[in-house]
Nanobody
C-alpha cells in the first residue's frame, strides 16, 4: 500500500486548509485511516481517524470542533478539512492505514504510512 499526502502549505491563522491522502497498490476500503502530525522536536501525535465505512470518527481534543475527517472509498482518498487553524497546528501531517477496520489513536495500530505534507500556520 502506498499513501500520498498532499494539500499542505502556508496559511494565516484562522484560515482553512484541506489535506488529501490518496492510497494506491493493495488498497482496501475495509481499513481505518488516520492522520498524525509531528512538529519539530516533538513526537508524532494523533490528530484524527475514520473507520472503513466513514461512520466512525475519532479526533484529538486539540482539533475537535475544528477539523473534519472524511473518506471517499470510490477514490481511495481520505480528507482532513482543517478550519480555524492556529500557529500550534504547524507540523508535518502524515496519513496512515490502520491494521483493522476500527481506527485508534495509537501509532502502533497503523501499518502503512505516507510521506507527510508540511502545514505552516502564520500568526
Amino acid at each position: 500500500v502506498q499513501l500520498q499526502a498532499s494539500g499542505g502549505g502556508l496559511v494565516q491563522a484562522g484560515g482553512p486548509l484541506r489535506l488529501s491522502c490518496a492510497a494506491s497498490g493493495r488498497t482496501s476500503s475495509n481499513n481505518g485511516v488516520g492522520w498524525f502530525r509531528q512538529a519539530p522536536g516533538k513526537e508524532r501525535d494523533f490528530v484524527a481517524a475514520v473507520g472503513w465505512k466513514g461512520g466512525i470518527t475519532l479526533y484529538s481534543d486539540s482539533v475537535k470542533g475544528r477539523f473534519t475527517i472524511s473518506r471517499d472509498n470510490a477514490k481511495n482518498t481520505v480528507y482532513l478539512l482543517m478550519n480555524s487553524l492556529k500557529p500550534e497546528d504547524t507540523a508535518v501531517y502524515y496519513c496512515a492505514v490502520s491494521r483493522g477496520a476500527v481506527p485508534g489513536s495509537n501509532r502502533s495500530s497503523y501499518a502503512y504510512w505516507g510521506q507527510g505534507t508540511q502545514v505552516t500556520v502564520s500568526s
